[in-house]
């Protein structure tokens, strides 16, 4: 266990022993109406809060107590103390900080450090790294917890065949004995998950085989490592469930999913699916970045914001395969892949065009990501988890744009300066 997540864990069962945890647990209600003690409470009523399991509780009462959710309920069930001010939150929609379960960021201190502020201006409470992770900065700053900053996860260094003219960041690995020792060199490292590629990049190499995945999963567990993998292929797909795999950072790409498909992820309810849609290839609006970015960053992206019909299909296929996994009970995180920071609000989108309704997708992108890259003191608004929270001016559930209709960020009950660019 890393040493952040040990020191959260610690931080939450202290907390945990505080009255108002004991009295409200996370309910939506309470048999019996909460007096909250004022002393280093923050207190916050009146709108609308989607807790991320599913459940909404509207004209809210919550607090915050040392950055986590000391009470949380409807104002018929938490009493203000009489003379306490609260943040009056009527008209807005309060929803937890997202997860992204699938990035690849920069690797230098401060390129890094902006990368994660830049995440948090945009609401996001931790994002997950999957392979790219050389030595030093990248695992030395996951144990850094930063005001104002995303929090960071990471698998180190990935696990791959050979391949020549990409990153060399991954292990290049060609037997069972060097997929192995690839596993217990992250171990040693602490990294939070392995990461594979199974992949061969439209016939450019060969693919991890079989045998060379099934080793690495086992050895993972050993370790008690759980494994992400990139994936393109169904048939591939169906090997890595049945060697053991535990979420797949990629859905099926090259053709829509069949029955026998379906049966095994049936049979593997534990497995998530982390989809990562590509683009739609239509255009979109982009005005909300405006803020987020100088003029000339909104215009080079408006320059490709354009109809691209060849990717049409390949969305299609995706989209299709996302739908009906999550029609089936699968369990979906959010992750977007590659290295823009605003990228969850568009993925977000995506899904729910792909067939999600807008309240699985905030579910997604908020408790089943937290849970996917092993947080579990964040991801939802209940006693006891970090105060990660967005306030939104619109409801997402009535249109998942409204996500990036931000009016404030709180990590760990600290308001995010969403002032720069």
Known sequence: MSRYKLGARLTILFLGVISLAAAVSGCSQAPSDVVLEPANTTYYEGARVLVGNGEVIEDAVFSVVDGVFAAVGSSNAVDLPSGVSAVDL???????????????????????????????????????SLGSDGEDVPLEMRDE?????????????????????????????????????????????????????????????????AELYSAIIDEAHQHNLKVFAHIFALEDAKGLLRAGIDVFAHGVRDQDIDDEFVALIRQRPEVILV????????????????????????????????????????????????????????????????????APHVEMEDMVAAGMAAADVIVSATQNSANAVGLDDTGTIQTGKRADFIVLDANPLEAIENTRRISAVYLAGGLVDRSGR
């Open 145 to 209: 917890l930063m005001p104002g900053a995303a929090r960071y996860l990471s698998a180190g260094r990935g696990i791959t065949m050979p391949e020549p003219g990409r990153t060399e960041v991954p292990h290049w690995v060609t037997s069972e004995a060097q997929a192995r020792q690839a596993v217990r060199d992250e171990a040693a490292r602490d990294v939070n998950f392995i990461k594979i590629w199974v992949d061969d990049r439209n016939g450019q190499y060969e693919k991890l085989s």
């Open 275 to 342: 989809p990562n849609l590509p683009s739609r290839g239509v255009p979109t609006d982009l005005s909300w970045l405006a803020t987020s970015m100088s003029a000339e960053e909104l215009m080079q992206l408006q320059a490709g914001n354009v109809e691209r019909l060849e990717v049409q299909a390949a969305h299609g296929i995706q989209a299709r395969n996302l739908a009906r996994l999550s029609a089936a009970g699968m369990t979906i995180a959010m992750g977007t892949d590659g290295n823009t920071f605003w």
């Open 90 to 128: 009527r008209g807005k929609t309060v929803m937890p900080a997202i997860v992204d379960a699938h990035v690849h960021l920069s690797t230098s201190r401060d390129a890094l450090t902006q990368d994660l502020r830049r995440r948090a201006e945009q609401g996001i409470s931790a994002a997950l």
